[in-house]
Every structure is written in structure tokens, then in C-alpha cells.
């Protein structure tokens, strides 16, 4: 009995297959990917994958799951009073994009990348998306309500409206790093959104317009 004492428990096959999974697809994508090439990754019998899944559709679902575990632990960056919440922001979005960077701008983020890939063609994936995404955008939401509660943001734009856009913009922004291979697009998302959301920002279309209007007098 006591060769047994400490060892840890051996994860499930369905357990590596999700693990294998999220892999895979994050690095060829849902069409790019086999339920072949998932097994062998996870080192299962192709036929192992339907004792445990009914479809890849399904597969992908839970690959999802996994891969969001690992973006909510990253939003606790947005929390702590020691941080001013602005602060926080940029910090979040640096570290993403330090990931991409490590990652050689080839992978991106995973439920973007299914997100362009699955919305159109599984129903049941674009449900998953739309309620991941809108916990993303809800946790970035909290940090931009501190820090226009304190200040150090705009305060005359709907806080789900700038969460919204700073989700959106970044994710823009690392599948365009996919294509570049450099970090030029990301650096440029913390360039503008550093200046577009500062309190002293003003629209320079508010006063390009004017000058239109005065010369169509």
C-alpha cells in the first residue's frame, strides 16, 4: 500500500483528449484538424474519441471550455485596489500581447480563431463564443467603470461600449499579427488605445466637420 502513497492521479483519456484538443485546434484550427490528429496527440485509439464525444463539434465545445478557463484566470490581472484601474488595462492587454509575442505571432487567440471559423457553420459553437466573449467583455467593463470612476479614463463613453471596443480592437489586432508575423499591429493597439480613451482626448472629427460645414456655406 505504501507504493501507492503520493502518487497522483492519472487524468482521464476524455481529460487529455480536451488537453490534446485545445492544441491542436489552436494551432491548425477546426478544419485544419482531424479527430485523427487530435487522438494521436492525446496518444488515445482514434476509436476512444466517440466513447467520449459525440461529434468534433462537440469536442471543439469542450476545447473551448478549456481554453476560457485559462483566459478567466488571466483576468484577475484586472483586479487589485493596489493598481490603479487604468493601469491594470494596460497591463492586461501588455500581457497578451507578450504571449503573442513568445508565441511567434502564429497561433492568436483561440476563440477569436474559432470564432471567424465556427460562427457561420455550428450554432451550437456560436452560442459558446457569444456567452465567452461577453464574460470577457463584462470583467473588462468592471476595470474601465473604476477607472472612470476615478479619472483616468473618459468618462463620456458607455463603459460596455469601450469594453466592448478594446476586446474587439485587440482581437483585431493579434489576427493581424498572424499575418504579419511582427508585433506592429499589437503595439499599435496600445499606442491608440493608450490616446483614444486618455480624458483629455477630443474627436478631431468633431472639428474637422465644422471647418467642412463653414466652407459648404
Same mark, same amino acid.
Given at each position: 500500500?505504501?507504493? =501507492? ?8 483519456? @476524455? ?12 494551432? =491548425? ?12 496527440? %492525446?496518444?488515445?485509439?482514434? /476509436?476512444?474519441?466517440? &466513447? ?10 469542450? $476545447? ?15 483586479? /487589485? ?8 488595462? $494596460? ?8 504571449? !503573442? @509575442? ?24 456560436r452560442n459558446r463564443l457569444a456567452i465567452l466573449l461577453a464574460r470577457w467583455t463584462a470583467a473588462i467593463k468592471s476595470c474601465v467603470k473604476q477607472a472612470q470612476a476615478d479619472g483616468s479614463m473618459r468618462r463620456d463613453i458607455?463603459? /460596455?461600449? %469601450? ?18 508575423? &511582427?508585433?506592429? $499591429?499589437?503595439? /499599435? ?16 472629427? $468633431? ?6 460645414? @463653414? !466652407?459648404?456655406?
Open positions: 500500500m505504501t507504493g =501507492h502513497i503520493g502518487r497522483m492521479p492519472r487524468p482521464s483519456l @476524455r481529460e487529455q483528449i480536451i488537453d490534446a484538443a485545445v492544441a491542436t485546434l489552436h494551432r =491548425h484550427g477546426f478544419n485544419g484538424s482531424s479527430v485523427q490528429d487530435i487522438t494521436e496527440a %492525446a496518444h488515445a485509439p482514434k /476509436g476512444s474519441f466517440y &466513447n467520449h464525444f459525440e461529434s468534433k463539434e462537440e469536442l471543439a465545445i469542450a $476545447a473551448l471550455n478549456r481554453y476560457w478557463e485559462r483566459v478567466e484566470g488571466s483576468l484577475t490581472l484586472l483586479d /487589485g485596489d493596489n493598481i490603479p484601474p487604468r493601469e491594470r488595462i $494596460a497591463r492586461y492587454f501588455g500581457r497578451l500581447n507578450e504571449a !503573442a @509575442r513568445k508565441g511567434g505571432f502564429r497561433t492568436g487567440c483561440m476563440i477569436g480563431n474559432l470564432t471567424a471559423e465556427m460562427a457561420g457553420q455550428s450554432p451550437k459553437a458607455d463603459p /460596455g461600449d %469601450a469594453a466592448a471596443f478594446l476586446l474587439n480592437a485587440w482581437e483585431g489586432a493579434v489576427l493581424r499579427s498572424k499575418v504579419d508575423r &511582427n508585433s506592429d $499591429a499589437l503595439t /499599435g493597439f496600445e499606442r491608440i488605445v493608450s490616446t483614444l480613451f486618455a480624458p483629455s482626448w477630443t474627436a478631431p472629427v $468633431a472639428s474637422s466637420r465644422r471647418n467642412h460645414d @463653414r !466652407a459648404a456655406r
